[in-house]
């Protein structure tokens, strides 16, 4: 018993320090150039390394060509503000543009604290927010359009996201990615549009992974989550990667489970 409660232990301490780089490869038909996209999600203020240090220089050693932030950098429950999350994206923006959606943590903050300025710091560091808006971006002679959805699946009709996926044009890109911080946005609503990945986060990995069993919970989904880590196909055909994000927001431990940095390479 003794030595199962140790390697317990060991476990969740190792998942507090460190990270692994989880690599997905996918394939369109359209681009003429691969991209590599980097997608890291769920920070709460964690840093690896002094003031991030670890993290961007591995960032900037895969050389991506798009960073991707899925929301949750910061942490509603922190006292300390989140400097250090403006000086990450400072110091990634210097390796590649970045673009990021908000996460429940940050709206928190925006809509419940009134922090006015939290938007306009991370844009001065260099985050373009997709917020219900779409962007896009020429690479290599190729228009990758980027969609990032705020909220919930059950705000999808309130607060503009259903006119932002509306009047999304079909045929003015050749490789669209649509960002949303719940997963389950995409199987209850989002795959009822055209796009060729989605990408999200919030649940960290189900915080719990068992042998057999897989992800434990899912604020969204309960026990056994569906949509928790990994890759999924969606009913539009499109990928589906969940992240098991960076950090964690509350008392639950990660268990089996480390922090992921998402690397895509497209070809």
């Not at 681009?31 to 769920?42: C, E, K």
């Not at 390796?95 to 009134?114: C, M, Q, R, S």
């Not at 003015?172 to 990615?177: C, G, L, S, W």
Request: include cysteine; charged fraction near 25%.
């Amino acid at each position: 018993v003794f030595g199962i409660l140790a390697a317990l232990v060991l476990n969740i301490l190792y998942n507090r320090t460190n990270y692994t780089a989880e690599f997905y490869q996918m394939s369109s038909k359209r681009l003429t150039h691969g991209i590599r996209m980097v997608f890291l999600t769920d920070l709460h203020l964690r840093e690896y390394g002094q003031d991030n240090k670890d993290l961007t220089d591995d960032i900037e050693r895969l050389s991506p060509d798009i960073i991707i932030l899925g929301g949750d950098m910061v942490n509603c429950n922190s006292k300390d503000g989140y400097d250090s999350m403006i000086s990450l994206c400072r110091r990634l923006s210097e390796t590649a543009p970045v673009y990021g959606v908000l996460g429940n943590h940050e709206d928190v903050e925006i809509f419940i604290k009134n922090d006015e300025e939290l938007v306009s710091r991370f844009e001065k560091a260099g985050v373009t927010f997709l917020r219900n808006t779409e962007e896009k971006v020429m690479l290599y002679g190729n228009t990758v359009s980027l969609v990032g959805i705020e909220g919930k699946p059950e705000d999808f009709e309130n607060y503009g996201a259903k006119e932002c996926m509306d009047s999304l044009q079909e045929e003015d890109y050749d490789f669209r990615v649509c960002i949303a911080h719940v997963p389950t946005y995409f199987p209850s609503v989002l795959e009822n549009y055209a796009f060729d990945l989605g990408l999200s986060g919030h649940v960290h990995g189900g915080i719990v992974q068992l042998p057999k069993l897989g992800p434990i919970y899912s604020a969204e989904e309960g026990f056994l989550p569906e949509y928790a880590s990994g890759e999924y196909e969606l009913s539009n055909g499109a990928p589906l990667i969940v992240s098991r994000g960076l950090g964690d927001s509350g008392w639950a431990p990660r268990i089996n489970n480390i922090p992921e940095l998402s690397v895509i390479d497209i070809s």
